[in-house]
């Protein structure tokens, strides 16, 4: 062989026409859907070969199988799963918002869309819907090309009577671009469709008022601010968030609505994974309780009715598939042939065009087979002048068609519908259905170049058809839109429910917390000759600080302490706390609860519980201590309480009013009762006790087991300024106990 024969192409000039040849087949043929009709063509072969083996809405169902093998054998020669999968995705009425295939059968499920069963099994017809796309499509409407082998044609393109692309909507992945185009609801789009038609000029903002964004089929939010749904229209790029469906049943959330694509199983997964992780303590089960009639119902039973639902579902839309983001890129193949990003306004508009065309071309077709017959039916009347005449012809010329096409001036095509009309067709009655006909065909031939010649006529039924399918199909919208999403990950503290729980605290610095108030601290065990330090009450997601003798103040999360079922753990564990230090008290509350902090010394003041607490293990200085003084534990401030009621080790009582004591954040306080410098440097006298009293308040005063009780009028005697020395309270001395007894009015007992 010779060498000239073979022309030769360097290789990087094979390879750049080779992939451009293969991007553009990928583009053009496989991974875009025309604007026209909204579809791919693997869809659009479907859908023809359904209509050819007449599987309309109608009809009997026939197995997939059928289908798919005609598909493949006469259209696409490609595999049999893909192609059954692409059908499947068309009767999937939660992949397609208006599905164009009807199935019967295992059609898969939004758990797991792939469920679905094989062809063999499942059996299949078009939808009432799917005429929208196809009943127009032997009318002339559209183009046909050969199929892949040459012995059969297929449509081009399909004459859909709406914005198809935009009720369905679509995804695909071509070579170097993609595509993502939500579905819509069918009022919106036929709405606006028809404002573009009756105002050409109209804006995005005035469509906007009409299409309130994506619609899908079903109640899942979506979670978009009018700005954004602006911009993604106006550039035809953009996104937003879809997020499910829930409401509260008592104790339980029921999600009866997924975003787009989500599977239940693998949300149920991701909240059993955060359970297991601790995040959800909240949360005690899970459940799928899904049915035929109800496919999406996803139960999650929490620990008490107390828990806020909102607040968890908030978490767990910023945690797992139950809040989704949707990339939008609407991409097309146009009218001209090629891809290209539509934006909304534009895209309508291409679509008008191309119905337009569409329209004008089936009335061209259609007035085609008006004046045919109208032609065929003039050569039919005209033999009933003389009929006699045709039949004499007939029955003695050798040849009757030239005969009669010059003794009637008939066209050949006139001539040959005479010869085949039957002898019963010659009677008076059948003369007068054939002028019926004429004078209808006419009436309808006037009418049609009426539209024909009229931009206004031709608009007006274009619109009078997208207002009947309206009627037909028209459905008010499903999703509701929102403007923003709460979505935000709980804290540590908001992942604990909320319940009474009991601090204590022991001598020997060991913490624990025991459920509920009821429980009596004294009453629990302790560790050889350790006992109660001090306990206080509040809920598990609140902080519990406690104050060391140096003064300082420390905090940890009340849940992660140990249980009171067992002896706790040393507080030192968890602090960094100074060697040799003690721990004197503990307390619970809210940002503006107010505590009595103080110390042996004699001076104090009022601390916010917010100043109170530390975010690291370090602590906080907080109350600076005179020389050889001691902390005496914190006591919490009621709105009722009038006064402050301070004891001396020597049994000197003074009481005074609570707001002569200042409200500080941090330091030495100010003086509560006189204590001698020298007598507390050498340990002779010391603040022992105080308490707070409200107005109807008695006054317990304990020694070992001796007590006495002041009533109001009695306590009130030892009402002094502040910082002063007190009195003494009988020959009482070393009281070891100072008790507030509230007075219990009717109502409260």
């Known amino acids: 062989?010779?060498?000239?024969?073979?022309?030769?192409?360097?290789?990087?000039?094979?390879?750049?026409?080779?992939?451009?040849?293969?991007?553009?087949?990928?583009?053009?043929?496989?991974?875009?859907?025309?604007?026209?009709?909204?579809?791919?063509?693997?869809?659009?072969?479907?859908?023809?070969?359904?209509?050819?083996?007449?599987?309309?809405?109608?009809?009997?169902?026939?197995?997939?199988?059928?289908?798919?093998?005609?598909?493949?054998?006469?259209?696409?020669?490609?595999?049999?799963?893909?192609?059954?999968?692409?059908?499947?995705?068309?009767?999937?009425?939660?992949?397609?918002?208006?599905?164009?295939?009807?199935?019967?059968?295992?059609?898969?499920?939004?758990?797991?869309?792939?469920?679905?069963?094989?062809?063999?099994?499942?059996?299949?017809?078009?939808?009432?819907?799917?005429?929208?796309?196809?009943?127009?499509?032997?009318?002339?409407?559209?183009?046909?090309?050969?199929?892949?082998?040459?012995?059969?044609?297929?449509?081009?393109?399909?004459?859909?009577?709406?914005?198809?692309?935009?009720?369905?909507?679509?995804?695909?992945?071509?070579?170097?671009?993609?595509?993502?185009?939500?579905?819509?609801?069918?009022?919106?789009?036929?709405?606006?469709?028809?404002?573009?038609?009756?105002?050409?000029?109209?804006?995005?903002?005035?469509?906007?008022?009409?299409?309130?964004?994506?619609?899908f089929s079903n109640m899942s939010s979506i979670i978009a601010s009018y700005e954004e749904l602006e911009e993604m229209y106006f550039t035809g790029r953009g996104g937003f968030k879809i997020q499910a469906n829930w409401k509260q049943e008592k104790n339980q959330i029921v999600i009866d609505a997924l975003p787009y694509q989500a599977s239940g199983s693998k949300i149920l997964e991701q909240i059993a994974e955060q359970m297991v992780n601790k995040k959800l303590p909240m949360v005690v089960d899970l459940a799928d309780e899904g049915d035929h009639e109800f496919p999406i119902r996803l139960v999650i039973s929490l620990k008490s009715n107390r828990v806020n639902a909102e607040d968890l579902m908030n978490h767990l839309f910023a945690s797992t598939d139950l809040q989704k983001s949707y990339r939008v890129n609407m991409n097309l193949i146009s009218l001209k042939g090629g891809p290209k990003v539509f934006p909304l306004m534009e895209l309508l508009k291409e679509w008008i065009v191309f119905r337009k065309n569409t329209v004008k071309r089936k009335l061209e077709h259609r007035l085609d087979q008006v004046n045919d017959r109208l032609h065929i039916l003039e050569g039919l009347l005209l033999i009933f002048i003389d009929i006699d005449k045709v039949i004499k012809i007939i029955r003695n010329s050798e040849y009757p068609k030239k005969e009669l096409i010059k003794a009637f001036k008939l066209s050949e095509i006139q001539a040959n519908a005479i010869l085949e009309i039957k002898l019963r067709q010659l009677a008076k009655l059948e003369q007068i259905k054939l002028e019926n006909e004429r004078d209808q065909l006419v009436s309808e031939q006037k009418n049609i170049e009426k539209i024909l010649k009229s931009k206004t006529r031709l608009k007006t039924l274009i619109k009078n058809e997208l207002i009947e399918i309206k009627e037909t199909f028209g459905e008010e919208r499903i999703s509701p839109i929102i403007e923003s999403s709460k979505a935000k990950i709980f804290s540590e503290e908001e992942t604990i429910v909320t319940e009474p729980i009991t601090v204590v605290l022991s001598k020997a610095g060991w913490i624990r917390s025991a459920k509920g108030h009821d429980i009596d601290p004294k009453s629990l065990s302790y560790r050889g000759d350790d006992s109660l330090q001090d306990f206080t009450r509040g809920k598990s997601n609140q902080l519990a600080v406690f104050l060391d003798s140096n003064g300082k103040a420390y905090s940890i999360a009340s849940h992660s302490l140990p249980s009171a079922r067992g002896m706790g753990e040393p507080i030192t564990g968890r602090l960094n706390a100074d060697s040799g230090v003690q721990f004197i008290s503990s307390v619970i509350g809210s940002d503006k609860d107010r505590f009595l902090i103080m110390n042996s010394g004699g001076y104090g003041y009022i601390a916010v519980y917010e100043n109170m607490t530390s975010n690291t293990k370090n602590g906080r200085a907080f109350m600076k201590l005179p020389e050889n003084a001691q902390m005496l534990k914190a006591i919490p401030v009621r709105d009722d309480h009038t006064h402050i009621a301070a004891v001396s080790n020597i049994g000197k009582l003074l009481i005074f009013e609570i707001s002569e004591l200042p409200i500080l954040g941090k330091g030495k306080g100010n003086k509560i009762i006189n204590i001698p410098k020298a007598k507390l440097a050498s340990g002779e006298e010391f603040m022992a006790h105080a308490q707070l009293l409200a107005i109807d308040s008695s006054l317990k005063i304990e020694v070992g087991k001796r007590s006495v009780t002041l009533k109001p009028k009695d306590w009130s005697e030892y009402i002094l300024s502040r910082a002063k020395r007190g009195k003494k309270v009988g020959k009482l001395i070393n009281i070891e106990r100072l008790t507030e007894e509230v007075k219990i009015s009717k109502d409260d007992s």
Do not use: C
């Open 1 to 215: 062989m010779g060498k000239n024969q073979f022309d030769s192409i360097s290789l990087k000039k094979y390879a750049e026409e080779s992939y451009l040849n293969y991007a553009m087949y990928v583009i053009l043929d496989r991974a875009l859907p025309n604007v026209g009709d909204g579809l791919k063509p693997v869809q659009r072969r479907i859908l023809y070969a359904m209509s050819e083996l007449g599987l309309d809405a109608s009809s009997k169902y026939k197995k997939s199988a059928r289908t798919v093998g005609d598909v493949i054998g006469k259209f696409h020669p490609h595999g049999d799963s893909a192609a059954y999968e692409a059908m499947v995705l068309m009767a999937q009425n939660f992949s397609f918002k208006y599905p164009l295939v009807d199935g019967q059968g295992n059609w898969g499920s939004q758990d797991d869309p792939k469920s679905f069963a094989a062809m063999r099994y499942t059996e299949s017809k078009l939808t009432n819907f799917a005429n929208l796309l196809i009943s127009e499509l032997k009318s002339g409407t559209v183009d046909w090309q050969p199929n892949f082998d040459g012995s059969l044609l297929e449509p081009v393109i399909f004459p859909s009577k709406i914005p198809m692309i935009l009720l369905n909507g679509t995804s695909g992945i071509a070579v170097g671009m993609a595509t993502d185009i939500p579905s819509h609801n069918i009022n919106e789009i036929i709405d606006a469709t028809i404002k573009i038609l009756d105002k050409p000029k109209s804006d995005l903002k005035d469509i906007l008022k009409i299409i309130k964004g994506p619609d």
